[in-house]
């Protein structure tokens, strides 16, 4: 007897795999395995009328291409249901829509932006100036002469020299030779250097802010980056006092931390002002009892500040008997990790979406 199974095999296994929805398979299952007529069935029904010889040969042979199709015909069934279940949700009108995912401030604007419209409030006008700075402005007008170990307060990105501007010295005037003999160029390395620029330029009185970038050719660590932001405060006028500097900042943190908050200022030195101070408010965490935010001093080291130098008015171009005023720096990711509570100043930059996104 010869039946050609092989033949029956391609032509099953071909329509099964081209079958396009669950009836057309079931169809196919009937014709091929049906348990009256089944083209499979059938043959093995006549089994026990072949001869023995025949019977040992087709048995095995047909009950393995049974297995072969009923696994065919259940793989397709299966994927049948993937695909239509797949068709199902990529048009089920009533799914709710995908969340596009919105981008926010990062945390250093959204507090820049506070501190300007606090300052903003209190009659302050906005000032920026360069990043890209000269010896001049950075060092010299501040009152930190070259060889002054008060440079080192400041390590310092150096650029290299400008040529030009030292090559066209001959039609410049006295004042302007002076810049330009120290016109190295520097990355700033704070936000002071803008005060001259300002008064250079305006006359008082006047009260300003200068936000900005700054650098420092520095290790970094937990609170050390060779690149972060500053914003600078000066109040220039007639009789500007301590006292007028105490009510400004102290209106100032009221509104940027939301509660009365207590002030301390402490003796330091900056070459730009005299009398220096550095300022401190009272733990805003823990009140003053001591915790991790304060090191345990109950006290957070705020801003540098002093009554403006007479050397600085003279350097702006002043009578430096005509006026008086104050200055102020501050760092804006120091304000931003204490009002944040972050730990680590290089967070800021790292790009960590994980971070970002709690803001
Ligand atoms: N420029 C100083 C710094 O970068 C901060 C500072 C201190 C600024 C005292 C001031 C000031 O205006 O009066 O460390």
Redesign the pocket.
Known sequence: MRIDLEKLKKEALGLISGVKDAKALEDLRIKYLGRTNGELTKLMKSLPKMSLADRRKFGPLLNSLKRELEAALENKLAALKAQSSKLKASIDITMPGKKVSLGHLHPLTMVEKEIREIFTALNFSIVEGPEVESEYYNFDALNIPKDHPAREMWDTFWLRQNEQLTNNKKQLTKSEKLKVNSSKLLLRT?T?PVQIRYMETHQPPFQIIVPGRVFRYEATDVSHETNFH?V?GLMVGKDINLANFKFVIGEFFKRLFKKNVVIRLRPSY?P??EP?LEVDVKCVRCGGKGCGLCKESGWLEVM???MVHPKVFEAAGYNPRDFRGF???LGLERIAMIKYNIPDIRLFYSGDLRFIKQF
Do not use: L, P, R
């Open positions: 704070h002071s500053q600078e900056f730009f002002v220096g540098g500040a002093g200055a102020f720096g």
